[in-house]
């Protein structure tokens, strides 16, 4: 049965993509099947798995309005095991479309009944600000992964950002995956400071995995690959695939 998490921050440039694209080919490389949902109208998600804005001929919006799900809403991207539903600009008017729906935070939720169990992990790339999209994406998921760059307007933002899950908790059971310390430069001391201070506020909740600000990562999406494909053995590229084992290692024990 497909585990469903959210990588959300309402801040904007935290690595919300960047994680969502390279957890998801790294958990691929360690023989999972995945979904990737781009839920942000930027398309970066879709993009960065080397489908054009052109190309996508159904949506998001598409699969949670059409009443059959064909394989032109999930498409294969060039990463063996990784699939995707794509974003598009269309993804702004969801909430206007949304108006007459009486659960219409549910609509993802309810579609993924559909389509999970095909995949071991459905991983959904959020836009950077509350409202129905990152609603629809909690109550869809199982956990959050929640990227905090290592800097110092970080912190305000995650504590936003857990009062939004707490808020949510009350009405079904969310976790959280953990905290992914993001673009940590080692030349910097305020990096970690926010280090230190976000493992000393959420001790069980940080992800020991951390990633550094790497040219690699930054570069990849130019080619339309993750930087597992790009640079495999770069820091970056390494440090994800971490990520995908510590996750990994963490279902496996939840399991026993
Ligand atoms: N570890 C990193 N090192 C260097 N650049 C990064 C790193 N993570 C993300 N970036 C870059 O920062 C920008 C924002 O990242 P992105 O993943 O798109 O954030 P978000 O989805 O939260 O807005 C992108 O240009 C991306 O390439
Ligand atoms: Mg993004």
């Known amino acids: 049965m497909g585990k469903i998490i959210s990588i959300v921050n309402q801040k904007g440039g935290v690595g919300k993509t960047t994680t969502t694209v390279n957890l998801g080919v790294s958990l691929s490389l360690e023989g999972k099947k995945i979904l990737i949902i781009d839920f942000d ?3 970066n998600a879709t993009i960065t798995l080397g489908i054009k804005r052109e190309q996508v001929q159904k949506d998001i919006v598409n699969f949670l309005f059409d009443e059959k799900i064909t394989t032109e809403h999930i498409v294969p991207t060039g990463v063996v095991n990784v699939d995707i539903i ?4 269309r993804i702004s008017m969801l909430e206007q479309m949304a108006n007459d ?3 219409k935070e549910l609509m993802l939720h309810n579609k993924l009944e559909e389509v999970k169990n095909n995949y071991d992990y459905i991983l959904i790339d959020c836009p950077p600000a509350f409202g129905l999209i990152i609603d629809n994406a909690l109550y869809a998921s199982d956990s959050v992964i929640i990227p905090v760059e290592c800097s110092f307007y970080a912190y305000d933002a995650l504590t936003q ?3 939004k899950i707490n808020e949510i908790q009350k009405e079904k059971d969310l976790d959280i995956e953990g905290i992914l310390l993001t673009k940590l430069d ?3 001391t305020i990096g970690y400071k926010i280090v230190e201070q976000v493992k000393f506020m959420f001790p069980y909740n940080t992800f020991n995995t951390i990633i550094s600000v790497s040219s690699h990562i930054q570069e990849a999406p130019m ?9 495999y053995n770069s820091r970056g590229s390494k440090e994800y695939r971490e990520l995908a084992k510590e996750i990994l290692e963490k279902d496996d024990k939840s399991r026993k």
């Open 161 to 163: 950002m857990v009062n």
């Open 41 to 43: 109208q930027e398309a």
């Open 186 to 188: 080692n030349r910097n």
């Open 101 to 103: 729906i009486d659960t």
């Open 86 to 89: 794509c974003a598009s600009l």
């Open 223 to 231: 080619y339309g690959k993750s930087v597992i494909q790009f640079s």
